[in-house]
T-cell receptor
Framework: GNSVTQMEGPVTLSEEAFLTINCTYTATGYPSLFWYVQYPGEGLQLLLKATKADDKGSNKGFEATYRKETTSFHLEKGSVQVSDSAVYFCALSENFQFYFGTGTSLTVIP | DSGVTQTPKHLITATGQRVTLRCSPRSGDLSVYWYQQSLDQGLQFLIQYYNGEERAKGNILERFSAQQFPDLHSELNLSSLELGDSALYFC??????????FGPGTRLTVL
């Protein structure tokens, strides 16, 4: 069956550090892949997406590339800010269903 | 603002009671999804409706039920509430099964 596995947190980084949050998936076909972000006290917001292999999604300095050969969709940002502190969820969509990872909490300290 | 609305924002009730959570999807979105988010179990998919019909079911308890009405709003009914049902309940809507937009959530506290 379909599933998403993402790096466990919590992750604590200093401002301007490089961020990677790993995400791998299992799917039977050709899913779309997403990263969602949840700021404290809020709902999930779509951060970026990729709909086919080798696509790169990007938004607000975050990037992730759909790698079919390694079934991965790792989230990266070159220089994090305090305002990036949030919980990040990797997700896939296939056949009308969505599957979410367990979420990775990121705290950025000044 | 995602365009998805949920009411109420907070709900406090007692064990054994029944509550109804309401969700209005973004204009034009036919799909509605319900999720439960708790500290120990993360984000759990409960159920999906598409244009009034149940489309997919996740880890939804038999004490829970949902429906989607002709105007596309949806309600999640939780009955015989237990302490462990305390959680955030999110609704999301989608137009083409390719991207979900989440509401702000309803925080349920069962005392």
């Amino acid at each position: 069956g379909n599933s998403v596995t993402q790096m466990e947190g919590p992750v604590t980084l200093s401002e301007e550090a490089f961020l990677t949050i790993n995400c791998t998936y299992t799917a039977t076909g050709y899913p779309s892949l997403f990263w969602y972000v949840q700021y404290p006290g809020e709902g999930l917001q779509l951060l970026l997406k990729a709909t086919k292999a080798d696509d790169k999604g990007s938004n607000k300095g975050f990037e992730a590339t759909y790698r079919k050969e390694t079934t991965s969709f790792h989230l990266e940002k070159g220089s994090v800010q305090v305002s990036d502190s949030a919980v990040y969820f990797c997700a896939l969509s296939e056949n009308f269903q969505f599957y979410f990872g367990t979420g990775t909490s990121l705290t950025v300290i000044p | 603002d995602s365009g998805v609305t949920q009411t109420p924002k907070h709900l406090i009730t007692a064990t054994g009671q029944r509550v109804t959570l309401r969700c209005s999807p973004r204009s034009g979105d036919l799909s509605v999804y319900w999720y439960q988010q708790s500290l120990d179990q993360g984000l759990q998919f409960l159920i999906q409706y598409y244009n009034g019909e149940e489309r997919a079911k996740g880890n939804i308890l038999e004490r829970f039920s949902a429906q989607q009405f002709p105007d596309l709003h949806s309600e999640l009914n939780l009955s015989s509430l237990e302490l462990g049902d305390s959680a955030l309940y999110f609704c999301a809507s989608s137009a083409e099964y390719n991207e979900q937009f989440f509401g702000p959530g309803t925080r349920l506290t069962v005392l």
